[in-house]
């Protein structure tokens, strides 16, 4: 019976190197899904096959029981898949507002030039635009940043801010990439609770993680990869609780710390 997401067989070669090989395994829907594993396991790899970014070697994704390899990444997000990247791909020069509106379905089709050609919108189109994504602020507390410029929120806030842009566009399945990564303690209890939002929003997602207790308090499943493939599927106590995965992830330091 076809999940959610089912990565079917899917490899992905850089040369010679594999850095997917045959993983295979599904997400099921309104439930959160950890993809852990070391650097290097091919994490981010499967979310460029994911969202379109990167064509399989061989195999296939099939989202909602239609097969979506070989779709163009805009037609992807039409579908109900959207990601955040490591790396944020905010818009700096942007006020935190625009960064939502240019992500917003709507009957441009996703145009990231929406932000340009705002100038030229109605006013009423403008009105109902700033509310929605004032709408997608508010769920992740950076109302009061609306008219901030990107780059002059902190780190924390335009982690929240890509949260913001996912939403709007609409997506069924989120994946997020390292969510957690580089934040505060305080920033990163902000960040679970909004994962914790997201779920309980109806959204299903797919989320990169490598602190181990973070993994523990989101997730309902755990995919464990390492080199290109996937050693293990289930449920987070079970799958953290495995002596010869804990060893792999930390290089033979078993024990379990924060990464
Ligand atoms: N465009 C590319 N060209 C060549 N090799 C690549 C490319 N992208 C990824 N790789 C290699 O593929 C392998 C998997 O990389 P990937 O970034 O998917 O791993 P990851 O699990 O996301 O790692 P990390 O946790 O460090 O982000 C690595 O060996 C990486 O060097």
Do not use: W
């Not at 929605?132 to 929240?160: E, N, P, T």
Request: proline content about 3%; some cysteine; glycine content about 8%.
């Amino acid at each position: 019976m076809p999940g959610f997401l089912d990565i079917d067989g899917v490899s992905k070669s850089f040369g010679g190197l594999k850095a997917l090989d045959g993983c295979s395994f599904s997400v099921a829907p309104n439930r959160a899904t950890c993809l852990v594993g070391p650097n290097g396991a091919g994490k981010t790899t499967l979310f460029d096959v994911i969202t379109g970014l990167l064509r399989p070697t061989s195999g296939q994704v099939v989202f909602e029981g239609q097969p979506i390899t070989r779709l163009d990444r805009r037609e992807i997000v039409k579908r109900g898949i959207a990601r955040t990247f490591q790396n944020l791909r905010i818009f700096d020069e942007l006020t935190v507002v625009d960064n939502v509106i240019v992500c917003l379905a709507d009957e441009t089709g996703n145009n990231p030039a929406t932000a340009i050609l705002r100038p030229y919108f109605s006013n009423a189109v403008v009105r109902r635009k700033t509310e929605q994504a004032m709408d997608l602020l508010k769920i992740v507390g950076l109302d009061h940043k609306a008219g901030d410029l990107a780059s002059q929120i902190s780190f924390g806030q335009q982690k929240l801010l890509c949260v913001a842009r996912v939403l709007a566009t609409d997506s069924e399945l989120l994946l997020l990439d390292e969510p957690t990564s580089g934040l505060s303690a305080k920033a990163l209890d902000t960040m679970v609770e909004m994962i914790d939002r997201l779920r309980s929003l109806g959204k299903t997602l797919l989320v990169v993680e490598h602190n181990t207790q973070i993994v523990r308090r989101i997730s309902d499943d755990v995919v464990f990869m390492h080199q290109g493939r996937v050693l293990a599927c289930g449920d987070p106590d079970t799958v953290l609780a495995d002596r010869k995965l804990i060893e792999i992830y930390f290089g033979g330091a078993l024990g379990e710390t924060a990464a």
